[in-house]
T-cell receptor
Framework: LAKTTQPISMDSYEGQEVNITCSHN???????ITWYQQFPSQGPRFIIQ???TKVTNEVASLFIPADRKSSTLSLPRVSLSDTAVYYC????????????FGQGTELSVKP | EAGVAQSPRYKIIEKRQSVAFWCNPI?????LYWYQQILGQGPKLLIQ????????DSQLPKDRFSAERLKGVDSTLKIQPAKLEDSAVYLC?????????????FGPGTRLTVT
């Protein structure tokens, strides 16, 4: 299973763009890259998923270079409510696989 | 669509006692996962079911933890006897399998405190 490495913590201010980069050097051909968000006392929540290039939804963008050994989650104009832990995972659920969580990145957004 | 349901939400027990957690996944989701999340850490996968069969239980402490998913729907996770280090949040998640499966849906978790 591919292991992921991401910064333990990041600080930002309201209105700024936040980019969290994740390293996954041994990602498998069939693996997708998925990001989850977790607030205190809640279960993780899906944010975005991609396989290659760029994916954008109403919440975030995900940038994946051609070699797929890393990915960057971009949160545009963060607010205080974006303060949470963000997890980067790789895997293929469509084949009955599993997702292994690392320690995640604790994002703190300040006013 | 109803989400993943878990109960109880909180449980306090003394060490050496037993405890059981219940999970009802999203209807139609073949895959069910139990995770243990210790404060300050990411969720750790304990066991994965596909329908009523175990796919992966390599990280389940089998001397004290057990889990079952009868009829491929609801699941229970049991700890007997509990230790202090079992204090954690126990998360249940479910997902589809096959083409189009891309997301795990998590329940709110059960916070266990062992004293």
């Amino acid at each position: 299973l591919a292991k992921t490495t991401q910064p333990i913590s990041m600080d930002s201010y309201e209105g700024q763009e936040v980019n969290i980069t994740c390293s996954h050097n041994n990602i498998a051909t069939n693996d997708y890259i998925t990001w989850y968000q977790q607030f205190p006392s809640q279960g993780p929540r899906f944010i975005i998923q991609g396989y290659k290039t760029k994916v954008t939804n109403e919440v975030a963008s995900l940038f994946i270079p051609a070699d797929r050994k890393s990915s960057t989650l971009s949160l545009p104009r963060v607010s205080l409510s974006d303060t949470a832990v963000y997890y980067c995972l790789v895997g293929d659920l469509s084949r009955g696989g599993k997702l292994i969580f690392g320690q995640g990145t604790e994002l703190s957004v300040k006013p | 669509e109803a989400g993943v349901a878990q109960s109880p939400r909180y449980k306090i027990i003394e060490k050496r006692q037993s405890v059981a957690f219940w999970c009802n996944p999203i209807s139609g989701h073949a895959t069910l996962y139990w995770y243990q999340q210790i404060l300050g850490q990411g969720p750790k996968l304990l066991i994965q079911f596909q329908n009523n069969g175990v796919v992966d239980d390599s990280q389940l402490p089998k001397d004290r933890f057990s889990a079952e998913r009868l009829k491929g729907v609801d699941s229970t996770l049991k700890i007997q006897p509990a230790k202090l280090e079992d204090s954690a949040v126990y998360l249940c998640a479910s997902s589809l399998v096959g083409q189009g499966a891309y997301e795990q849906y998590f329940g709110p978790g059960t916070r266990l405190t062992v004293t």
